[in-house]
């Protein structure tokens, strides 16, 4: 049986020891539920929570209380359009580059959907940005892997409206990337704890002006008094958070950020496999070289097909639509191969699977 080499962080980071162990020590040592109780371990658990919001806050360039914790990007997503109470008046800009977890909340909304142009190089066209209400904005395409100029596309989508409500999906530009929501000036800005090598179950939605939009989600920890049926709700963020938040993947949140901060994913291993893959003379790359990821389709054969035989060779990768069907449609593909990569992977691990690529192919 072949060592497993995990080239799938783009779908999932893997977790250091400091995150496990970060969550274990909370579990074994300090585990309570927050804000409901005044005992030493519910104090404990409020301030690990203030600390986590206050480091994030610091990650994005944020205030501590713009940053509430969810479930992740597609629960922000959801959540945004929610709160931003659309209809058939309002129009929503999207692009080819989204994830249906960015784009599929606002087409359910019954909102006006708009496909903003894409520029030769599949980046969003700074040029031709068209009037929109709500601008949903993948700072990274999961297939393209290219970086978008958000500060500048959301200058530009304010001189058709002003008043455009900007919102960035930031689940794989949060990898590679500083977030500075102050640059972007941004409205809306969400990610994943599970991409940056914490939990799965946790996410950030970052929120500008919190005092302008109301919840949507009701229950306990998110009001200050209720009285018969009225309530009084808390202060912005801890409205937006009912229920009990994901406190054990909260717990491991501070050595993700900090350990990401120290060592982002090599990404000359990334440019090492595209310059091989690009001998191959089967292989399409769809990719550019400086990009965060490879991806590429196989000639003569179904990217499932090449996903079980690189797969029995112990190689985790992703194939398929990769939840981005618009850009696949674009590209004439139903699906691709994608290579992505953590801080801990080597370039033993790549020249290996490049070989299996090769042996696969030939
Ligand atoms: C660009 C992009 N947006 C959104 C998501 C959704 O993230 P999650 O499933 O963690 O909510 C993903 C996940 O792959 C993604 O790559």
Redesign the pocket.
């Known amino acids: 049986m072949n060592k497993i080499i995990y080239l799938d962080s783009?779908?999932s980071y893997l977790k250091d020891d400091v995150v496990v162990n970060a969550q274990v020590d909370f579990l074994s040592k300090h585990y309570a539920n927050s804000g409901r109780g005044i005992c030493a371990r519910a104090v404990y658990v409020d301030d690990m929570i203030m600390r986590a919001r206050q480091r994030v806050a610091e990650f994005m360039n944020a205030d501590k209380n713009q940053i509430v914790f969810n479930?992740?990007?597609?629960?922000?997503?959801n959540t945004i359009s929610k709160m931003l109470n659309l209809g058939a008046d309002k129009t929503v800009l999207v692009s080819d580059l989204?994830?249906h977890?960015?784009r599929l909340p606002f087409v359910k909304s019954g909102a006006n959907i708009c496909v903003c142009p894409l520029d030769e190089n599949f980046d969003i066209d700074i040029d031709n940005i068209p009037y929109a209400d709500v601008f949903v904005i993948?700072a990274?395409?999961?297939v393209l892997g290219r970086p978008q100029d958000v500060a500048n596309i959301i200058k530009s989508a304010r001189k058709k409206n002003p008043d455009v409500i900007t919102v960035v999906?930031c689940?794989?530009y949060v990898v590679h990337h500083e977030i500075d929501v102050k640059l972007w000036d941004c409205d809306f800005a969400?990610w994943?704890g599970?991409?940056i090598g914490a939990d799965?179950g946790l996410?950030v939605m970052y929120i500008k002006n919190p005092e302008k939009f109301a919840p949507v989600n009701f229950g306990g920890g998110m009001v200050r008094r209720v009285v018969g049926n009225d309530l009084i709700l808390m202060d912005a963020p801890e409205c937006f958070e009912a229920g009990t938040l994901p406190l054990t993947q909260i717990s491991g949140l501070v050595s993700a950020i900090d350990l990401l901060e120290k060592n982002r994913p090599d990404l000359g291993l990334i440019k090492y496999a595209y310059d091989q893959l690009l001998n191959c003379s089967r292989i399409k790359l769809i990719t550019s070289r400086d990009a965060a990821l490879v991806t590429f389709v196989v000639d003569d054969m179904h990217v499932l097909d090449f996903g079980a035989l690189i797969g029995a060779r112990g190689v985790c990768l992703r194939v398929g639509n990769?939840?981005?069907t618009w850009i696949h449609e674009r590209l004439g593909y139903d699906g691709s191969v994608r290579i992505s990569i953590g801080a801990y992977n080597t370039m033993d691990e790549i020249n290996t699977v490049i070989r299996y690529i090769k042996e696969i192919l030939k």
């Open positions: 783009a779908a479930s992740g990007t597609t629960d922000g997503m989204d994830h977890s960015a993948t990274m395409s999961n999906d689940a794989q969400c994943s599970h991409k799965t996410g990769m939840c981005a």
